[in-house]
């Protein structure tokens, strides 16, 4: 727990907020393989550093800082491994040592960390700003979220929570939610955990992965539209801000059936009874949290039933997540604050007051909220090939023939003037790999990429192909067989 400065006298709203900041002399770290979910952190906060293990931007960032040598390590897993690798890298410790204030080294955020993670943070002498591992563990257990869910009165798709011992056994237990099924196991992401089964053909598919789990989550298939909310728990209610709908499962952009792949927020999405429903929603679940001990960044997927209208709980990612860049560049974050500021801040040892259902109520208005999009871009062809050359990190620019050229270097999408630019984040550089499932990059664009029946729009796929045109790659191997790589960004 932060220990209270006494020093700073109470901040009143949300200038003393910023302007606290804007002061800080504390050093704070966002640690990942990207820099892409905390964007433009740096920007608000003095003192805020990126430590990654991809350089995106080629050295050109100000903030990212990137070891140069590379030591002897397992091969990676997870971003978990990651993260533990950066936090025992000379470079890493001793850049974080140069940077201490007054015998503090400072605090640090992960998109996911671990008790390995846990233990070579407080050995560099950092705190960590999110709960415990372990709670965020069990709370990020799809089958936990749904128990959350029914304490705090908001509603799920029709489900049972049931170990699977083989086909027989999922109709038996399953029996009142028919035969077109959805199950997802404890952990995953980005889709590859969740499998749709309507047949036993379909369930031999994934047998394997559904009957070595103790516990499942089996759920009634239904005929929905994917979205997310952000929100944060804070001492003071649950800030929640303006639902996105989803992007998921475009064969153009991943290889995964339910596999997420980007997001776009604007003034109309969805009908303004569901908007009012999923911050409503929020705001229990939130509340929830808080007496389950949590505090601080999370996010919540809402399925939204086309026949029926119903919005249910779809899951929880307690962290800040894929969607965050787009949340916290929206008008509404800028005009105010970012969302994560107020997560950073029940971790400054501050005291604070501030109005949430001011905020709330202003987040909520559709003045405030522009229109952007963005776009996961992944390698989904079954092969693996070496990248010759890859596209910088930058504002790139489209012509009315559809090809697109480099304009020029910038670090945040803020940049992007027009629907004829887009911000592009580099994750997949010249020497790596491409396999089924690897992130390539990341496209924000102003405007929308679907249309409002959920299909990508010929914008989005122009887009896409021309990234895809600005990788140049050899062929090594076709695989024909799935990787068990995760997502670099969600």
């Known amino acids: 727990m932060a220990v209270k400065k006494d020093n700073i006298k109470p901040l009143k709203g949300v200038a003393d907020i910023r302007r606290y900041f804007y002061k800080n002399e504390t050093p704070i770290y966002f640690i990942s393989a990207t820099n892409f979910n905390l964007l433009g952190a740096d920007e608000w906060i003095k ?124 109709g038996e237990v399953s029996k009142k939610l028919g035969t077109d099924l959805v199950i997802q196991t404890p952990f995953g992401d980005s889709g590859h955990t969740t499998f749709f089964i309507s047949n036993e053909e379909e369930f031999k598919k994934y047998e394997d992965e559904i009957v070595k789990e103790k516990e499942v989550k089996v759920m009634k298939r239904i005929n929905c539209r994917g979205s997310a909310i952000e929100a944060c728990v804070t001492r003071h209610g649950t800030i929640v801000a303006p639902l996105m709908t989803e992007l998921v499962g475009f064969n153009e952009l991943t290889p995964y059936k339910g596999g997420w792949c980007g997001n776009e927020i604007y003034p109309n999405s969805f009908t303004p009874t569901l908007r009012k429903k999923a911050r409503t929603y929020t705001q229990l679940f939130g509340d929830q949290l808080r007496k389950e001990g949590y505090k601080g960044y999370f996010e919540l997927d809402f399925l939204i ?55 709330n109520d202003r987040w909520a208005r559709q003045e405030n909220i522009d229109s952007w999009s963005q776009l996961i871009i992944k390698h989904t062809a079954e092969t693996i090939e070496y990248i010759d050359e890859a596209p910088k990190s930058g504002i ?19 940049a992007v003037e027009t629907e004829n630019e887009a911000f592009f984040l580099r994750i997949s550089n010249k020497g790596d790999y491409l396999y089924e499932g690897a992130d390539m990059g990341i496209l924000v664009t102003r405007g929308r990429m679907m249309t409002d029946d ?23 191997e076709d695989k024909r067989k799935k990787t068990t790589s995760g997502s670099l960004t969600k």
């Open 305 to 359: 039933d086309q026949d029926n209208g119903q919005i249910y709980l779809g899951e929880l990612n307690p962290r800040v997540t894929g969607a965050s860049s787009i949340t916290n560049h929206a008008v509404f974050a800028l005009a105010d604050a970012p969302l994560y500021l107020f997560h950073v801040l029940e971790w400054m040892g501050v005291d604070y007051d501030i109005s949430v259902k001011a905020i």
């Open 454 to 476: 959920f299909k990508l729009k010929d914008r989005a796929k122009t887009w896409i192909k021309a990234i895809h045109a600005q990788y140049s790659s050899t062929l090594i």
């Open 47 to 170: 003192g805020f550093k990126f430590i990654c293990y991809i350089e995106c931007f080629d050295g050109l960032h100000p903030n990212v800082f990137s070891p140069k040598e590379e030591i002897p390590h397992d091969e990676f897993e997870s971003i978990e491994d990651i993260n533990n690798y950066l936090l025992q890298h000379p470079e890493v410790q001793n850049f974080i040592k140069t940077r201490s204030k007054n015998g503090d080294p400072g605090k640090v955020m992960f998109l996911m960390f671990d008790e390995k993670t846990e233990k070579l943070a407080k050995k560099q002498g950092l705190e960590i700003m999110f709960p415990t591992a372990e709670m965020r563990t069990f709370m990020d257990n799809k089958v936990n979220t749904n128990r959350i869910a029914e304490k705090a009165g908001v509603p799920c798709v029709p489900y049972v929570l049931s170990k699977v011992k083989n086909y027989k056994h999922l």
């Open 396 to 414: 790139w620019k489209m012509f009315d023939n559809g090809y697109i050229q480099f304009d020029r270097m910038d670090t945040h999408r803020r």
